[in-house]
């Protein structure tokens, strides 16, 4: 069964320090989809990223970049020179090809808090 | 862009009450879910719609049905409302087809059951 795993709950930093979030997951499945998703505390989920298992190229838009590692199953987030308007919490999402209806296995979530 | 709409921002219901929470989509996409979210528990599927009438359990059913009579709209109804059921309850919808496509969230529904 797929699994996803986001050990930190909570993470406080200040203001443009760097931020990890830290994402790993199980899956049985060959080909596979991952997500990260922003969660404002307005409440509405916004979708940042999605990465195929056969694409491990690490992606950068502005401030955030992911690491995609298949050798750990692993799918970081970081924010880099964090801001008072990145704190949410994140969630890290796994998709496998097989499932049907595209579903979605939801981490935990992370909770960013960015002091000013 | 995308719009996914819930009925009600807030909801206040009694034990046994039942309860229907609605959820309309405006792109015309094929696959809609219904997830609760709990604290350290992160999001839970509730249901899945592919089609139209077409609905799969999710990880967690019990003491919830749905419906999709349209493609745009569908529907979670608690039949006997009780506390446990207090939560979040996010709705979302996605393309279909070979490979995952990103799903679009609504802005919830914050259940409480007393």
């Known amino acids: 069964a797929q699994k996803v795993t986001q050990a930190q709950t909570e993470i406080s930093v200040v203001e443009k320090e760097d931020v990890t979030l830290d994402c790993v997951y199980e899956t049985r499945d060959t080909t596979y989809y991952l997500f990260w998703y922003k969660q404002p505390p307005s409440g509405e989920l916004v979708f940042l990223i999605r990465r195929n298992s056969f694409d491990e190229q690490n992606e950068i838009s502005g401030r955030y970049s992911w690491n995609f590692q298949k050798s750990t199953s692993s799918f970081n987030f970081t924010i880099t020179a964090s801001q008072v308007v990145d704190s949410a919490v994140y969630f890290c999402a796994l998709s496998e090809a097989k499932a049907a209806g595209n579903k979605l296995t939801f981490g935990g979530g992370t909770r960013v808090l960015v002091k000013p | 862009d995308v719009k996914v709409t819930q009925s009600s921002r807030y909801l206040v219901k009694r034990t046994g009450e039942k309860v229907f929470l609605e959820c309309v989509q405006d792109?015309?996409?094929?696959?809609m879910f219904w997830y609760r979210q709990d604290p350290g528990l992160g999001l839970r599927l509730i249901y899945f719609s592919y089609d139209v009438k077409m609905k799969e359990k999710g990880d967690i059913p019990e003491g919830y049905s749905v419906s999709r009579e349209k493609k745009e709209r569908f529907s979670l109804i608690l039949e006997s409302a009780s506390t446990n059921q207090t939560s979040m309850y996010l709705c979302a919808s996605s393309l279909s087809g070979r490979g995952a496509y990103e799903q679009y969230f609504g802005p919830g529904t914050r259940l409480t059951v007393t």
């Open positions: 792109m015309d996409h094929e696959n």
